[in-house]
């Protein structure tokens, strides 16, 4: 927040006293969040279909359930060859705080709270209520170095502080059930008011001069990198000076990728 203040002061003014510090901030918010966040769900999707969106709805949704019911299959089989507790991505994550456990100095202060001290922050670890001062333990649900080192001296299994969000087994629940294709439009059981109900057409709006456009504008303060076009052949990716082309003419270097 700091470098923020110093480089945009308004910008840091605006974040802490009007938008607020848990709106944006996974250590301040008051709810549990997941590790991986992205700014725009619909557009992660929408590249998805990029080349789909312009179909009927109909053969739009074909392609979605498609394309789920490729992903769930896909991420079922992954979570049935799961052979660790926990799923690929929280294990690899996991595994190298062992490791860094073993180097820390416990003092137990009561039955369920411990005192862990070395490397660059200690901490106090409590393996009853799953927290630690150093808050890594607290907001990923995954313990830290801290509760390692705690559990071991406790000689409490280290998994069983773990959220079961992050188990296997939760894994293959999240992808449990098959998503099953609707089959052809004779085979559909439409209710009657629905088969009368009239839809009108949208409003069509006098389209602009030139072609449509198809990509999205980009948002306030998203870059994209334009790529380089040559001035001596007119291909994308390098500058004059590093062309290799023989001639000036374009023929035969029209670009791939139209530049956003």
């Known amino acids: 927040m700091t470098e923020i203040s110093h480089r945009y002061p308004r910008v840091a003014e605006y974040l802490e006293n009007e938008v607020g510090f848990e709106k944006w901030s996974r250590c ?60 690929p991505s929280r294990e690899s994550e996991f595994r190298p705080r062992f490791a860094q456990s073993n180097s820390r100095h416990t003092l137990q202060l009561n039955p369920v709270t411990y005192h862990v001290k070395g490397g660059e922050l200690e901490g106090v670890v409590d393996i009853f209520n799953k927290t630690c001062t150093c808050k890594e333990f607290d907001i990923d649900k995954l313990p830290c170095v801290h509760a390692i080192a705690a559990a071991h001296h406790a000689q409490v299994s280290v998994y069983s502080l773990v959220s079961p969000y992050y188990t296997k087994e939760y894994y293959a629940l999240a992808y449990g059930e098959t998503i099953y294709p609707v089959g052809s439009q004779s085979q559909w059981d439409v209710p009657n008011e629905v088969a009368t109900r009239v839809v009108l057409p949208r409003e069509v709006k006098e389209r602009k001069r030139g072609r449509p456009k198809t990509s999205r504008f980009p948002s306030v303060g998203e870059f994209r ?20 082309s023989q001639t ?10 139209v530049p956003v």
């Open 225 to 244: 990198k334009r790529k380089n076009r040559c001035g001596k052949c007119g291909a994308y990716g390098h500058y004059k000076k590093k062309c290799n």
């Open 28 to 87: 301040h918010y008051p709810g549990l969040r997941y590790n991986i966040t992205t700014t725009n769900m619909v557009e992660s999707l929408n590249s998805m279909l990029v080349n789909a969106r312009d179909f009927p709805y109909v053969a739009l949704l074909d392609v979605i359930q498609e394309k789920m019911s490729k992903w769930w299959n896909d991420r079922r089989m992954v979570a049935m060859a799961i052979t660790a507790p926990l799923t």
């Open 248 to 257: 000036g003419s374009t023929e035969g270097n029209q670009p791939t990728d």
